[in-house]
């Protein structure tokens, strides 16, 4: 498996010097361009067509991730912390961890070339900002991004949220990726990511979608109004089940009365009880249909 990183922090250190209005260009055609296929399965073009249109620019914003107009001095610190080639080693360690995982239980995996990079996040972002400041995005095969600002906590987890990535990348060279997507599906994705995280570096590791929610008010709460909505679909629907009302309101998508990424929680809390009662590892569990799951780990609602 050939896993290569594209190094954002010599870009970002060149966006920085750069005037104005070059360092949407220096982002786009040297940071983003190596990631073309991968934007180009959400249909997202590395330049719009019009002023103002909607591109690689754009939709990284919408993403949480910095604006290139946005690096300037200020973010020197930033760019220096992200900056020590330990710690990109570390992060290409982890996920060749994570890929071995799979090629040591003799499951041969299409995608033989991992290309990723970090990312710096924007501090404003409300997405961010409850999720204590790191994110990733693993759903294209053979691309992976996790942005982030940079501090002690987040570059911890970094590691961790690229193992939780790479079990996208892997399930999804699999499970085929459907636009119709249901709740349940979704949810069941995340859950196996994140229990595939904290299989390899520990529950202590486990993201705040999951460590947010306490049992009480995963069991008395949130759980019947998600058994109500697996069928649901469509991401402005899927939104509020999956990441709470919270952003559902600040994107104007239909809301449900759930707290903050309820939709992770209860798909973490789910796989867990359905490896724990099948006694399938999560190696097995990650390329199993959504459905198989769900059905076998029905009594979870009961709990």
């Not at 966006?15 to 073309?36: G, H, T, V």
């Not at 019009?50 to 020197?76: C, F």
């Not at 994705?189 to 929610?213: H, I, Q």
Request: include cysteine.
């Amino acid at each position: 498996m050939k896993v290569s990183a594209v190094r954002s922090d010599g870009i970002y250190s060149k966006i920085m010097s750069a005037p104005l209005d070059k360092k949407n260009d220096i982002y786009r055609y040297e940071l983003m361009m190596p990631f073309e296929r991968k934007w180009a399965c959400y249909n997202v073009p590395m330049k719009a067509k019009t002023p103002n249109g909607y591109d690689v620019i754009m939709a990284s914003r919408l993403l949480g991730h910095i604006e290139p107009t946005k690096v300037d001095e200020t973010q020197k610190q930033n760019i220096q912390l992200i900056s020590d080639s330990a710690l990109w080693e570390k992060c290409e360690m982890a996920i060749r961890k994570s890929l071995k995982c799979f090629t040591q239980h003799g499951i041969d995996l299409p995608v033989r070339e991992y290309l990723f990079t970090i990312l710096l996040a924007n501090a404003e972002s409300p997405y961010i900002i409850l999720n204590e400041g790191y994110c990733g995005d693993g759903g294209i095969p053979g691309y992976i991004f996790s942005w982030l600002i940079p501090n002690e906590y987040t570059l911890e987890h970094l590691p961790v949220a690229l193992a939780h990535e790479t079990n996208h990348n892997i399930r999804f060279q699999f499970i085929e990726w459907k636009n119709d997507i249901t709740l349940g599906e979704m949810m069941i994705s995340e859950g196996l990511a994140e229990n595939f995280a904290t299989f390899l570096y520990g529950e202590d590791k486990a993201g705040p979608w999951v460590t947010k929610t306490d049992m009480t008010t995963l069991n008395e709460y949130i759980k019947p109004i998600i058994q109500d909505g697996l069928n649901v679909q469509g991401f402005e629907n899927l939104n509020a089940y999956l990441y709470g009302d919270e952003l559902a309101k600040l994107q104007n998508f239909p809301q449900v009365g759930l707290p903050y990424c309820a939709g992770y929680a209860c798909g973490y809390h789910l796989v867990k009880h359905y490896l724990q009662k099948t006694g399938k590892s999560i190696i097995e569990a990650t390329l199993l249909p959504a459905k198989e799951i769900l059905d076998a780990a029905e009594d979870f609602w009961n709990d």
